[in-house]
């Protein structure tokens, strides 16, 4: 892999910016749901998303 340190440090910076945008509205839009139901609601959804990438 030919991969930079500047390289690296941007692609943490820019993971980092993506989950402060995306965890203001995910948030907001869960924070009447009850923690245990969205907890195995997410990990239902994770892996149901890691055996459709293992499929096709």
Do not use: C, E, K
Not at 24 to 49: E, K, W
């Amino acid at each position: 892999m030919n991969i930079t340190t500047g390289m690296a440090g941007q692609l943490v910076t820019s993971y980092a910016l993506g989950s402060i945008v995306a965890a203001i509205p995910f948030a907001m839009f869960t924070g009447g749901m009850r923690r245990r139901s969205l907890l195995l609601a997410i990990i239902v959804g994770f892996f149901d998303l890691q055996l459709d990438d293992r499929i096709v």
